[in-house]
T-cell receptor
Framework: GAVVSQHPSRVICKSGTSVKIECRSL??????MFWYRQFPKQSLMLMAT?????????EQGVEKDKFLINHASLTLSTLTVTSAHPEDSSFYIC????????????????FGPGTRLTVL | AQTVTQSQPEMSVQEAETVTLSCTYD???????LFWYKQPPSRQMILVIR??????QNATENRFSVNFQKAAKSFSLKISDSQLGDTAMYFC?????????????FGKGTKLTVNP
């Protein structure tokens, strides 16, 4: 149990284009999903917290118009990097917390495998 | 704001030996959750162990155990019988009392290398 997938696993795009990353909880439903960014040899930096059916909460310094988050269902959240530039190149990771009544710890985040974004 | 400190950027251990990774945190909360996550070269974050602050008993998962000292705000991870597959970055993380809807606060990580 507690499998989270991300698609795509890696993407290369041209500067100025938009890229969408999907995060799915495959065997559980999640009230809350989180999006992180990780630079090489560094820890995870939280970008935003996403709740199903409501607007995401962004961390200070994260541009909400650049990093659009949609949490359309209890199993899917998407991150769209709009008008991507080389400085947006990074490793993006999502995580999900199960809802109550699942056979999982509700106060634990389960992580996806990450998406490597390269902007040329 | 909560902070998590991992004071050992890198550590190494011989296969089959025991190693302990340190983690301290700062919070004014009385109830919270603590985690150790492992990130191997594949970069997939894997939950190693979790501890609920109101439980005095130290959590254990097979070869992994923690020494949770609430008063000292310390949460170290002990890996027994180290295996080559334990080579990874290890992150200590704190979650506040609201549980699953709260964000994780991560330490900077400890890079562990298990040598044959």
């Amino acid at each position: 149990g507690a499998v989270v997938s991300q698609h795509p696993s890696r993407v290369i795009c041209k500067s100025g284009t938009s890229v969408k990353i999907e995060c799915r909880s495959l065997d559980f439903q999640a009230t809350t999903m989180f999006w992180y960014r990780q630079f090489p040899k560094q820890s995870l930096m939280l970008m935003a917290t996403s709740n199903e059916g409501s607007k995401a909460t962004y961390e200070q310094g994260v541009e909400k118009d650049k990093f659009l988050i949609n949490h359309a269902s209890l199993t899917l959240s998407t991150l769209t990097v709009t008008s991507a530039h080389p400085e947006d190149s990074s490793f993006y990771i999502c995580s999900a917390s199960p809802i109550i009544d699942q056979q999982l710890e509700t106060d634990t985040q389960y992580f996806g495998p990450g998406t490597r974004l390269t902007v040329l | 704001a909560q902070t998590v400190t991992q004071s050992q950027p890198e550590m190494s251990v011989q296969e089959a030996e025991t190693v302990t990774l340190s983690c301290t945190y700062d919070t004014s909360e009385s109830n919270y959750y603590l985690f150790w996550y492992k990130q191997p070269p594949s970069r997939q974050m894997i939950l190693v162990i979790r501890q609920e602050a109101y439980k005095q008993q130290n959590a254990t998962e097979n070869r992994f155990s923690v020494n949770f000292q609430k008063a000292a705000k310390s949460f170290s991870l002990k890996i027994s019988d180290s295996q080559l597959g334990d080579t990874a970055m290890y992150f200590c993380a704190f979650m506040g009392p609201q549980g699953g809807s709260e964000k994780l606060v991560f330490g900077k990580g400890t890079k562990l290398t298990v040598n044959p």
